[in-house]
């Protein structure tokens, strides 16, 4: 089913944009696990010959924003206490081992929700602006002056030596 | 200083500028420091970040994520699923246009001799459709049945080309071993005389304009996509 092979090709990209939108891999790996599960469950929503990345990028921020503020507001510069608590999540060990966050994990997770989405789509997943805009629902405008804002935040946390 | 607000050097940095501006930037670039090392700046930012989050996409994915798609593909087949984007083109003066696909693609799918198959995956190009999509070059082609138009790179990855025959113009794009078409119009050369569509037809270059990537591949990239068996 080109549905299902299309997204389990997908997966490492969610992944990745899950890592940069979450302050925690534990996190990360939970809204990964949401967004796929919403994206199975109303997949007749999809439009076949339109992008299936950019529909799940979509998904994946609209479950960040609407279920992650709580547990964004707890989770600061350490990994929260849950990252063990995962019930019948085999990965545990590992990302345990993981869950110690660079210099970059710091830096992004101080942004604002809004700049954070946006660097993570342009400058992580390597959207064009325009496609990042249509995954924000936000005009091309909006979506440059929080870059401009994100980034000059980041490069002033990671120092010239970004 | 320099004048170049920083939303140009980030559009700069993200490969966002028109290639005017691009050229002017770099050339300012070259006697202006400042502005050099804000340009580097940004560059550098988004080479780090993509490099840190790079790591997580090489990853092996978690089995029990993994399962989750490949157990609801056993469980729950999808269905109904519409093959064609139909509807694009589905208004203006198009009702001679549908009436000549609907013949056409009802007798060439009648058979395998044809060069569309119509199956749960949509509709594949078979027979000479499918050798001219898989070895011809726009760049280099003769007098085949059907002529390339463009190839290039879509969005999200993987390759489509454009192309034109007596019958049938389209786009179609690769999906593992084969090309699935993406959209189709009558051909530019048809018996009954329609001459309404053709590669350069409105339609298909707006499905291209919608689709594409990058640039189109030039004769090299053309080349060695064909090599690398349009992967």
Redesign the interface.
Known sequence: ????SD??TL???L??FA??LSHSRSD??DL??AA??RA?RS??QW???T????WMYRIMRNLWIDEGRSRQRAARTFAPAEAGEQV????DRQIEAAVTL?D??RA?ASLPDEQREA?AL???E?M??K?AAAVLDIPMGTL??R??RG??A??DM?G??? | MSEIDDATVMAWADGELDEVTRRRIERAATSDPVLSGRMEAQRQLRERLSTHYARVAEETVPDSLRALVEGDHVVAPMKGREPLRWRGWATGGAIAASLLIGLTVGRVTGGDAGPISAGDRGMIAQGPLAAALDTQLASAQGDTPYRIGLSFRRKGGGWCRSFDGAALAGVACREGERWQLQQVVPGSGDAAGYRQASSGDARIMATVDAMIADQPADATQERAARMAGWR
């Open positions: 089913m080109p549905f299902e997204l389990l997966l490492p990209r992944r990745r890592a940069s990360a790996d990964c696990q796929v599960e199975l997949r007749d439009q076949p010959g992008r299936l990345d950019s019948g999540y085999d990965g660079s970059v994990d992004m660097i342009v400058l992580v390597g064009s602006y496609d440059t002056s870059l401009v980034r000059g980041l490069i990671l010239e030596a970004a």
